[in-house]
């Protein structure tokens, strides 16, 4: 059963624009929602993250927008860069049993071309 | 840089072997979480260890076992190795048990031939 379900699988996007990656849960006990990037024969890294009391967060570039109704949660990259190629994870771990393992989609990967 | 170490970097080979990988958590964080990546199910838990240890199994096979140490390494035992076990192992840290940010070490590549 896949928990987190992530779309796009692949996403081709100019420079300077808007790359949107999507991502739907079950488990109504996750209440924590990261996103990861991960380059070419490195480790996921942190991005951003949201927990569920709000309905959106920005970091630069990064914003997470999420619908608790829905069970859904995206980030939106603005102003896409070159730099910013890369596969995208959305995740999600629930709170209260002492271990916060992830739940991770599939994975996006982002391609920007020039 | 994490300053999540984990070694070795590349692992190559055969069925039926028995492999060790070894994770160094950052300076302080008491977890440590190890995750398979493969291309078909993706980033997948395995087991999590909080100061030595177990708090939690994930989708981790009877062949595979791990422990954490009192300096807080862990190490991931692959026994009885089989060619689907190919895969990058990832562990990652996290300062306590308060969910929050999981530092990724750089990962070891298995190939099992």
């Known amino acids: 059963q896949q928990q987190v379900k992530q779309s796009p699988q692949s996403l081709i996007v100019q420079k300077g624009g808007i790359s949107i990656i999507n991502c739907a849960y079950e488990n109504t006990a996750f209440d924590y929602f990261p996103w990861y990037q991960q380059f070419p024969g490195k480790g996921p890294a942190l991005l951003i993250a949201?927990?569920?009391?709000?309905s959106e967060k920005k970091e630069g570039r990064f914003t997470i927008s999420f619908n608790k109704s829905a069970k859904q949660f995206s980030l939106h990259i603005m102003d896409s860069q070159p730099g910013d190629s890369a596969t995208y994870f959305c995740a999600a771990s629930a709170s209260g049993a002492g271990s916060y393992q992830l739940t991770f989609g599939k994975g996006t990967k982002l391609s920007v071309i020039p | 840089d994490s300053g999540v170490t984990q070694t070795p970097k590349h692992l190559i080979t055969a069925t039926g072997q028995r492999v060790t990988l070894r994770c160094s958590p950052r300076s302080g964080d008491l977890s440590v979480y190890w995750y398979q990546q493969s291309l078909d199910q993706g980033l997948q838990f395995l087991i999590h260890?909080?100061?030595?240890?177990?708090?939690a199994k994930g989708n981790i096979l009877e062949r595979f076992s791990a422990q954490q140490f009192p300096d807080l390494h862990s190490e991931l035992n692959l026994s009885s190795l089989e060619l689907g076990d190919s895969a990058l192992y990832f562990c990652?840290?996290?300062?306590?048990?308060?969910?929050?940010?999981?530092?990724f070490g750089p990962g070891t590549r298995l190939l099992v031939l």
């Open positions: 949201i927990r569920p009391d709000v």
């Open positions: 260890y909080y100061n030595g240890e177990e708090r």
């Open positions: 990652a840290s996290s300062v306590d048990g308060v969910q929050e940010t999981q530092y």
